[in-house]
């Protein structure tokens, strides 16, 4: 029995890791690439057309950072879970996702079976 395929937007301004992370996609089998963005601006406008199940958000990016995109995601799409995946450890900034809307949050250094499970507990709920 085929499970259902959880799609995901990533929203990071470097390249390198949108490419991490869409490798990491590719070893999952429930798991697909909707689309990438490189900042807040590009996720609105992506997660309006392609309306994927998760997002995983970076907080600070130029043009529109994370906190501002989750904040319009959310209330525009409160069907779309968004996961806050950063490198910053400053506990402020997450709470303002999280205020924003954000579903969780990740540091960028977890392990992939933590991340792919915090997806698909995500879309669980």
Do not use: W
Not at 24 to 37: H, K, P
Not at 68 to 88: D, E, G, W
Request: glycine share 4%.
């Amino acid at each position: 029995m085929q499970e259902r395929m959880i799609s995901v937007l990533i929203v990071d301004d470097h390249p390198l890791v949108r490419m991490g992370l869409t490798a990491l996609l590719e070893v999952c089998d429930d798991l697909e690439l909707a689309g990438e963005a490189k900042n807040g601006r590009e996720a609105i406008t992506l997660a309006d057309q392609l309306q994927p199940d998760v997002i995983l958000m970076d907080l600070l990016m130029p043009i529109m950072d994370g906190i501002a995109a989750t904040r319009v995601i959310h209330q525009n799409l409160p069907h779309i879970m968004i996961i806050v995946l950063t490198s910053t450890i400053d506990f402020e900034l997450i709470q303002k996702a999280q205020d924003a809307g954000a579903y969780s949050y990740m540091f960028k250094n977890v392990t992939i079976d933590m991340l792919a499970n915090s997806i698909r507990a995500a879309v669980q709920l």
